[in-house]
T-cell receptor, first 112, second 112 residues
């Protein structure tokens, strides 16, 4: 069964601190993995996309890693800001699939 | 604005009433997806169109739900005889084939 699991479910950190979010998946055959940021009451917005051959990709203060062998990905946020407070959703696509497989998300709260 | 547009943004309806939501995808995108998202959860797949053809439907899409994409452009999602359990955010996304999905802002449905 194609599944995507994320941890932790929620996280509270102080402004300026770093954090790492985890994503494990069983989607096969794997095509790509995306991290989305979803602000409350809004649609998800893509942060990064990673294909099978990519191990690390950065987008500003966001760095995503992918281990296709263990089927794990992480999203590292550096020097967090209050505006980083949101849900972060891991989405995995299969080569032969017609849909995207979503994790349940990690709710991040950055406090001053 | 050339992104995915959803209308209305918010809808409050009485139980038993019918509601219809509209999604206008990015113009060159041939795939259109509908998702439902409840508080604290990731989006759940409802249905997907490739051009005007509805290719896949989730078991979540009961017989009270119907979706159309008559000309392969905009899509509508209708819920008949709404129930309180239908209260959720309904998200629309579009993509060019299986490339990145771009999401709309969603329609927040509240059934009272």
């Amino acid at each position: 069964k194609n599944q995507v699991e994320q941890s932790p479910q929620s996280l509270i950190i102080l402004e300026g601190k770093n954090c790492t979010l985890q994503c494990n998946y069983t989607v096969s055959p794997f095509s790509n993995l995306r991290w989305y940021k979803q602000d409350t009451g809004r649609g998800p917005v893509s942060l990064t996309i990673m294909t099978f051959s990519e191990n690390t990709k950065s987008n500003g203060r966001y760095t995503a890693t992918l281990d296709a062998d263990t089927k794990q990905s992480s999203l590292h946020i550096t020097a967090s800001q209050l505006s980083d407070s949101a849900s972060y959703i891991c989405v995995v696509s299969a080569i032969t699939g017609n849909q995207f497989y979503f994790g349940t998300g990690t709710s991040l709260t950055v406090i001053p | 604005d050339t992104g995915v547009s959803q209308n209305p943004r918010h809808k409050i309806t009485k139980r038993g009433q019918n509601v219809t939501f509209r999604c206008d995808p990015i113009s060159e995108h041939n795939r259109l997806y509908w998702y439902r998202q409840t508080l604290g959860q990731g989006p759940e797949f409802l249905t997907y169109f490739q051009n005007e053809a509805q290719l896949e439907k989730s078991r979540l899409l009961s017989d009270r739900f119907s979706a159309e994409r008559p000309k392969g452009s905009f899509s509508t999602l209708e819920i008949q005889r709404t129930e309180q359990g239908d209260s959720a955010m309904y998200l629309c996304a579009s993509s060019l084939w299986g490339a990145e999905a771009f999401f709309g802002q969603g329609t927040r449905l509240t059934v009272v």
